[in-house]
């Protein structure tokens, strides 16, 4: 892809790539000035120039963040070793703590972004392929924000007029902001724009003031219009559009992976301590994963295969009196269930079964039993004997009854061979986070596994719902606000996301979401 920056802005081409959902680098070359925006499904996660005022340590600098003294402490370190990023050498000298250098890192890639859309003379250039930049030093951008801030910086008159097209195409207020948008720091040609775009209207007719078009309102405009503000009034719900992102700030990768895994006696208390609460409650869905509509074979199963679980963690116990106790409780908890469930009066029995000469129908998901039978016998977890759809078919049934018996670790296993073996199926990615996410010593493994599904299938507003569930239960709950703001913006219909919003955050879906009830 090649453009010529004096008669397409920058901005259709950072629309038209993030909507494209493309993976490479854009290289903007203006005069002197060579800045590459490295891409990821769509998403603009790292930013470099070649001009000296846009490199970290000189912008720190400049902004008074750090002395020169310790820009040349950080930069000899990296004299030392041509591998070290200038960020690392700053965390390795104690200069700057991990979370600050994620902020510094993101304030810098959003500003050397902005820098190129005032260009009204060049070139740009994309190269597609996967992305160079690793998941460690990706940063969280929003494309709507970074289109709305960046038009608004645009000083060519032609441009702007190159970006809107048709002037007589109708527009309309969004009913929700793709990103977290502020009336009250919006000028007062946006504040203008967006009340008359609370019935559809001409984009000739919101530019227009008395004397003809006014720069200042098509710029408006073309801001509010790219960034998702205002939406096209007769254009389809599916057409091509940038996806919704989460902005932190900061590095994608959440706090979680600089804190220290846990060893296996903390897995271990964690386990049990999980089990100790769900079994409070003898509630067999939460407890033992089984319906309530399940026939009592299933529910005898269950617990039998919970308390060979258990019988085993308490070996791995054996120099605790604390966690032996807790597992003393439980399994006394699933012995008495165990009781109560085989003293139950007898269930009707079942409908006849289909004649002999009849095959029986395929169920969708056999017993644990049988998968992990054969699991046993084919070796490891993960390991299969088939090919094939049937693999895949067996591996599924393998992890499902692993994570009905709480052995996660092991499902754990299970579904990433899934996933190696059919890498763009989001669902085994999922779970795979969730079973991950349920093992104390790969929990914060799991954000990896949330982040590339999201990467695959940005749209996805269950999945952003998900994600925000995880970082709820890992204590994020900057990150969990943002993910279920994500999922709103995806679908403003989606119940459980909304009632989980409210009650992590009240007031933020009416004040924040709902441009409509802004403009009232």
Do not use: C
Not at 157 to 163: D, K, M, R, S, T
Not at 216 to 237: H, K, M, N, T, V
Not at 399 to 409: F, G, L, N, P, T
Not at 429 to 455: D, G, N, S
């Amino acid at each position: 892809m090649l453009t010529d920056l004096g008669t397409t802005p920058v901005a259709e081409t950072l629309r038209a790539l993030a909507a494209a959902r493309a993976s490479g680098d854009l290289q903007v070359q203006s005069g002197k000035a060579v800045k590459t925006l490295f891409f990821d499904h769509g998403r603009i996660v790292f930013a470099a120039s070649n001009l000296k005022k846009d490199r970290l340590g000189e912008a720190l600098v400049a902004l008074g963040r750090i002395t020169g003294e310790q820009f040349d402490q950080a930069s000899a370190l990296v004299a030392a070793d041509r591998k070290r990023r200038f960020g690392e050498a700053l965390v390795q000298a104690g200069i700057l703590e991990k979370n600050e250098l994620g902020r510094s890192v993101a304030r810098q890639v959003n500003r050397i972004v902005l820098s190129v859309f005032p260009f009204s003379e060049g070139v740009a250039t994309f190269d597609e392929r996967p992305s160079a930049i690793p998941l460690e030093y990706m940063v969280s951008l929003s494309m709507h924000r970074v289109l709305y801030d960046g038009i608004k910086a645009m000083t060519s008159e032609p441009l702007v007029l190159a970006g809107l097209g048709d002037l007589d195409r109708r527009v309309e207020l969004a009913p929700v902001a793709p990103f977290t948008f502020d009336p009250d720091d919006a000028t007062d040609e946006e504040r203008d724009v967006l009340e008359h775009a609370r019935r559809k209207v001409t984009l000739r007719r919101l530019a227009w003031k008395p004397g003809g078009l006014a720069f200042e309102r098509l710029r408006a405009a073309y801001a509010l219009l790219a960034s998702g503000l205002l939406a096209e009034a007769d254009q389809a719900d599916d057409a091509p559009h940038p996806g919704v992102q989460m902005e932190t700030g900061t590095f994608l990768l959440s706090a979680l992976q600089r804190q220290p895994d846990p060893n296996a006696k903390e897995a271990l208390q964690r386990e049990v301590a999980d089990e100790l609460d769900r079994s409070s409650r003898l509630d067999r869905e939460t407890w033992l994963k089984v319906s309530r509509q399940a026939p009592r074979d299933e529910l005898l199963k269950a617990l039998e295969e919970k308390m060979e679980r258990y019988h085993s963690l308490r070996e791995a116990a054996a120099g605790d009196a604390q966690l032996k106790t807790d597992l003393e409780v439980i399994l006394g908890r699933a012995s008495a269930m165990l009781r109560l469930a085989r003293q139950s009066p007898a269930e009707q029995p079942p409908a006849p079964a289909p004649a002999p000469s009849e095959p029986a129908a395929a169920a969708p998901a056999p017993g644990a039993e049988a998968a992990a039978s054969v699991a046993s016998a084919t070796g490891g977890p993960g390991a299969s004997a088939f090919s094939g759809s049937a693999q895949i078919e067996h591996l599924l049934l393998e992890a499902e009854a692993r994570m009905i018996v709480s052995d996660y670790a092991n499902a754990s296993k299970v579904y990433a061979r899934l996933v190696e073996l059919a890498p763009h199926v989001i669902e085994y990615r999922v779970r795979l986070a969730v079973a991950m996410a349920k093992y104390p010593r790969t929990a914060k493994q799991a954000e990896r596994e949330f982040l590339e599904a999201v990467r695959l299938e940005p749209d996805n507003a269950d999945l952003h719902y998900k994600f925000a569930m995880y970082y709820k239960a890992m204590k994020q709950r900057a990150r969990a606000q943002a993910e279920l703001q994500t999922a709103l913006r995806i679908n403003r219909r989606h119940a459980d996301a909304r009632r989980e919003l409210e009650a992590i955050a009240p007031g933020v879906i009416d004040a924040v979401m709902n441009l409509k009830k802004l403009f009232r």
